[in-house]
């Protein structure tokens, strides 16, 4: 063990370890137990393992290698799969096979996103894909899942379930696909990258970092994935979605409250990202396939517009949603639309437009939109109600003061 392994701190070197190498050591188990369940409750007891030897014995050189063996004779301890000690190779020599060994044409360079095209698998059903990866690969629990699909946490809970069954008892290969079979499953992993991307976006005015690193995470997969895949417009579409959001994460509080999009000081936004986004916005609709990311991000694009011309243009905003809602009708979507028709033709068109967008009754977005519109059309009361309601459904700190202020002032 090393001078310098010895002096690190070992909860920090623990928490490096999952941040880092969760992806491959699970894609690992699973490849050779097929279960994931097993895998996630083995390698959740290494790490737990380690956080009680590593303050006495000192950080491993080797810390993945050390975490894949203790996990590895957790599950055969279980006897989740009989295996004798002979046929398992040292695990050391394991990863510098794994790290040396050539790598074909169009493999892909991070084993989160290689796990994520594997949970991609046409045998998982299709509901099941996009939330298992954000379960098993980035850590999200259900209840939060459940929060980004817009439905019960038991149901998702369930859903996740029967996925993990069905890889363990049809015996899917935990194989790497092919190049050629990447298209067909990049739907779902541009999904599950950008709910987590939606899920560190709603961390950034709390305090809560975890999540916030989300984002990061988000942003470099999706980077990968632009380089793995550069003739997929949706990728970039995807990635210029994310920066361009990300761009203004330090517009959105001021003060320590929060400050929606309209009100932000756009000398706080970052111009560099921004920059950068419109290139690979440029480079996804030089392919001429228009698809829902590279929608939305064109709409953030305009909103970006903001800070050249001092105005936003509503009703090319309004008219990009007329477009998103058509190929991806989510409840967001048209709520989003009914928010920008009320900018563009009025409070009235906007509640019409709302009206019709069938959204859950739960949806905060539906409610704060819906008490906007309702002041500007003069219906006070009602406006009061709905800011009262929407602030109830937020978990934000920031978010509920701001409707709870604009309640006050309406």
């Known amino acids: 063990m090393s001078a310098g392994s010895a002096a690190t701190e070992p909860r920090a070197a623990a928490e490096l ?21 097993a895998a996630e409750d083995a390698l959740a007891e290494a790490f737990a393992q380690a956080l009680a ?7 491993p050189d080797h810390p993945e290698a050390w975490l894949l063996t203790v996990a590895r004779r957790g599950l055969m301890r279980a006897g989740r799969r009989a295996r004798t000690a002979e046929r398992l190779r040292p695990v050391a020599e394991l990863l510098d096979e794994e790290r040396g060994a050539a790598e074909p044409s169009g493999s892909i360079p991070d084993e989160r996103l290689r796990l994520m095209f594997v949970c991609a698998h046409p045998a998982i059903d299709e509901a099941a894909r996009t939330p298992l990866m954000l379960q098993t690969v980035l850590g999200l629990d259900a209840a939060r899942i459940a929060s980004a699909f817009l439905v019960a946490p038991t149901a998702m809970g369930q859903r996740l379930v029967r996925a993990k069954t069905k890889i363990r008892d049809a015996g899917i290969a935990f194989r790497i696909p092919e190049p050629e079979d990447l298209p067909e499953r990049l739907d779902a992993v541009l999904q599950a990258i950008y709910a987590a991307f939606g899920t560190g976006w709603d961390a950034i005015t709390g305090t809560d970092t975890a999540r916030a690193d989300l984002a990061g995470e988000a942003i470099w997969l999706a980077r990968v994935l632009v380089s793995l895949m550069p003739d997929e417009p949706e990728a970039s579409g995807l990635l210029a979605l994310m920066l361009h959001a990300e761009a203004r994460r330090e517009a959105r509080v001021a003060d320590g409250s929060f400050v929606p999009l309209g009100q932000q000081d756009v000398g706080l936004w970052r111009h560099d990202m921004t920059a950068e986004a419109e290139m690979h916005l440029r480079r996804a609709a030089s392919a001429a396939r228009p698809g829902r990311f590279q929608i939305e991000a064109a709409i953030q694009s305009v909103h970006a517009e903001r800070a050249r011309t001092g105005r936003t243009n509503w009703p090319a905003i309004a008219g990009l949603y007329d477009l998103l809602v058509t190929l991806a009708p989510t409840a967001g979507a048209r709520v989003a639309r009914a928010a920008a028709i009320g900018e563009a033709r009025g409070p009235a068109a906007g509640l019409a437009a709302l009206e019709a967008a069938d959204a ?37 700190q920031r978010v509920r003061a701001f409707l709870l202020a604009r309640r006050d002032r309406t």
């Not at 370890?17 to 369940?37: F, I, K, M, N, P």
């Not at 030897?53 to 950080?59: E, Q, R």
């Not at 219906?379 to 009061?384: E, G, I, S, T």
């Open 17 to 37: 370890a999952a941040r880092t190498s969760y992806g491959r050591l699970l894609a690992y188990l699973a490849r050779e137990w097929r279960d994931v369940a």
């Open 360 to 396: 859950p009754d739960n949806y905060q977005p539906y409610w704060a939109v819906r008490a906007h519109l309702l002041s500007g059309s003069g219906d006070l009361q009602a406006a009061r109600e709905a800011y009262e309601r929407a602030a109830g459904l937020t978990a934000d």
């Open 53 to 59: 030897a590593w303050p006495g014995a000192g950080v």
